[in-house]
């Protein structure tokens, strides 16, 4: 049998969902396979004529352990400030593809190890209610030192509005009252992600 690695997309798809599964997915890109792309309407055609409920289940399932596993290997071996390509693709893999907003939290310890990651708050399509008392309550429930923020824009733009800098500000300011930094706040599109730290806006 082939090793994993040199197998194709469409191999490995009938590995995880059998081959005439697999050949109706074909033309759909990995990024919507796996909710990682916001446009869906292909893997939505397809999908039509197949049980959905058992794809998305096993699809959801290997994005949710790549996640598990990226998270994981970030809390052993990385502080968060040492590899951030690798924190914003964990991101990425864990809210990017979401069809509605949600605000995570990243605490950190005194070493910026990872402590959890925390979904917060969800919300609709557009926005999302953040409430900063949560917040601080939270930081302090983990005795975290340091905390990123991340929140998804389903509609696959990055550029941060007038509000995302307000409630970063207001977290920011509510935060170090209990001496508890924010180091950045990555919003996260289709394909890309900005984050506040590097565009100077925290």
């Not at 194709?8 to 050949?23: D, M, P, Q, R």
């Not at 949560?134 to 509005?161: Q, Y």
């Amino acid at each position: 049998m082939k090793a994993l690695a040199s197998m194709t997309n469409f191999e490995l798809l009938s590995l995880l969902l059998g081959k005439v599964k697999a050949e109706k997915l074909s033309a759909v890109s990995l990024p919507e396979l796996f909710g990682l792309c916001a446009k869906r309407h292909a893997q939505q055609t397809l999908f039509q004529e197949l049980p959905v409920y058992e794809i998305d289940q096993k699809l959801a399932a290997s994005k949710i352990l790549m996640s598990r596993a990226m998270e994981a290997d970030l809390m052993r071996n990385k502080t968060a400030l040492n590899s951030p390509g690798a924190v914003k693709e964990y991101l990425r893999l864990l809210i990017g593809g979401l069809q509605y907003e949600v605000f995570v939290a990243i605490f950190l310890d005194t070493q910026h190890r990872i402590i959890v990651t925390q979904e917060m708050f969800r919300g609709t399509l557009s926005q999302t209610s953040v409430y900063p008392r949560e917040v601080v309550k939270a930081a302090l429930a983990h005795n975290s030192a340091a905390v990123i923020f991340a929140h998804n824009h389903p509609s696959g733009i990055c550029d941060p509005s007038q509000s995302d800098q307000l409630l970063t500000s207001t977290l920011k300011q509510a935060l170090s009252l209990v001496d508890v930094r924010v180091l950045d706040h990555i919003i996260v599109g289709e394909t890309s992600t900005l984050s506040f730290a590097e565009k100077g806006l925290i």
